[in-house]
T-cell receptor
Framework: AQKVTQAQTEISVVEKEDVTLDCVYE???????LFWYKQPPSGELVFLIR??????QNEISGRYSWNFQKSTSSFNFTITASQVVDSAVYFC??????????FGSGTRLQVQP | DSGVTQTPKHLITATGQRVTLRCSPR?????VYWYQQSLDQGLQFLIQ???????AKGNILERFSAQQFPDLHSELNLSSLELGDSALYFC?????????????FGQGTRLTVV
């Protein structure tokens, strides 16, 4: 069965600091997809980024970047120059086949002004 | 706006009662998922439908049931409610049931059982 571990329960940074959220996953599948979702205080779940298992190229999108390391089963997410509006709970998610999305337990990020 | 609509946004009810949560997926999306988010359990997958058919079950209690209608909207029925059922219930939709595309979530229904 799939499992997603987000060891960081809560992170607090000061505005403009860079912050990296860690994610480690377990899967027996060779083809799978990984996502990051954000849940701001208002409660909705917002899709941020997607990565598939056969493309290990890391990317940057604005202030977001991600580091996918298949060899260590890690999919870390970095926010550059954090802002107060980035304060939220961030979920790492695994998906494969026709199964449901498997969520990690989430990391609460607090960005202090 | 994700395009997924959930109603009601808030619901307060007493123990032992029955409620129905409604979800309208994004236009054209055939796959609907229900998730429960409680403080101590995180986001738990309940059930999945694809084009009207049940596809997968997660940690859904026997007191809970769901269906997806021909117009693709879905309803989650919760009966004999207990205090522990208080949670945020999310519906999500995807274009199809295979992997590769992200799920879009509604704003959730916050259920409070008193």
């Amino acid at each position: 069965a799939q499992k997603v571990t987000q060891a960081q329960t809560e992170i607090s940074v000061v505005e403009k600091e860079d912050v990296t959220l860690d994610c480690v996953y377990e899967t027996r599948d060779t083809t799978y997809y990984l996502f990051w979702y954000k849940q701001p205080p208002s409660g909705e779940l917002v899709f941020l980024i997607r990565r598939n298992s056969f493309d290990e190229q890391n990317e940057i999108s604005g202030r977001y970047s991600w580091n996918f390391q298949k060899s260590t089963s890690s999919f870390n997410f970095t926010i550059t120059a954090s802002q107060v509006v980035d304060s939220a709970v961030y979920f790492c998610v695994h998906h494969t086949g026709r199964r449901a999305l498997t969520f990690g337990s989430g990391t609460r990020l607090q960005v202090q002004p | 706006d994700s395009g997924v609509t959930q109603t009601p946004k808030h619901l307060i009810t007493a123990t032992g009662q029955r409620v129905t949560l409604r979800c309208s997926p994004r236009s054209g999306d055939l796959s609907v998922y229900w998730y429960q988010q409680s403080l101590d359990q995180g986001l738990q997958f309940l059930i999945q439908y694809y084009n009207g058919e049940e596809r997968a079950k997660g940690n859904i209690l026997e007191r809970f049931s769901a269906q997806q209608f021909p117009d693709l909207h879905s309803e989650l029925n919760l009966s004999s409610l207990e205090l522990g059922d208080s949670a945020l219930y999310f519906c999500a939709s995807r274009g199809w049931e295979g992997p590769g595309t992200e799920a879009f979530f509604g704003q959730g229904t916050r259920l409070t059982v008193v």
